[in-house]
């Protein structure tokens, strides 16, 4: 069984920067493609940004520059660094990776910013 536990979500100021981290398991870590995505208030859930086994990575255009996603695969963790945070990145933010032809998710973590 897959399971994808996200952290590090809060309160930040507008310009502020947060770490979001998310822990794997139940998947072979190495070979999987992570992503990020969130879902803004009243809003359906969109990627922000994925990473491949070999730390290829693609981006929402409305984060690039802004953020970026690494992995560690000595610890099953990826992770989204979010810099220069606004009040329209304010969603609950969900890990994902899609493994033997499934899609699996977080339960998400908040991030909320305050203008």
């Known amino acids: 069984q897959v399971r994808l536990v996200e952290s590090g979500g809060g309160l930040v100021q507008s310009g502020g920067s947060l770490r979001l981290s998310c822990a794997a398991s139940?998947?072979?870590?190495?070979?999987?493609?992570m992503a990020w995505y969130h879902q803004p208030p009243g809003k359906q859930r969109e990627l922000v940004a994925k990473?491949?086994?070999?730390?290829?990575?693609d981006y929402a255009d409305s984060v690039k520059g802004r953020f970026t996603i690494s992995r560690d695969n000595a610890w099953n963790r990826v992770y989204l660094h979010m810099n220069s945070l606004n009040v329209e990145d304010t969603a609950t933010y969900f890990c994902?990776?899609?493994?033997?032809?499934?899609?699996?998710w977080g339960r998400g973590t908040q991030v909320t910013v305050s203008g």
């Open positions: 994902n990776t899609r493994y033997r032809g499934s899609d699996w």
């Open positions: 139940g998947v072979n870590f190495k070979i999987a493609t």
């Open positions: 990473i491949t086994s070999n730390g290829s990575t």
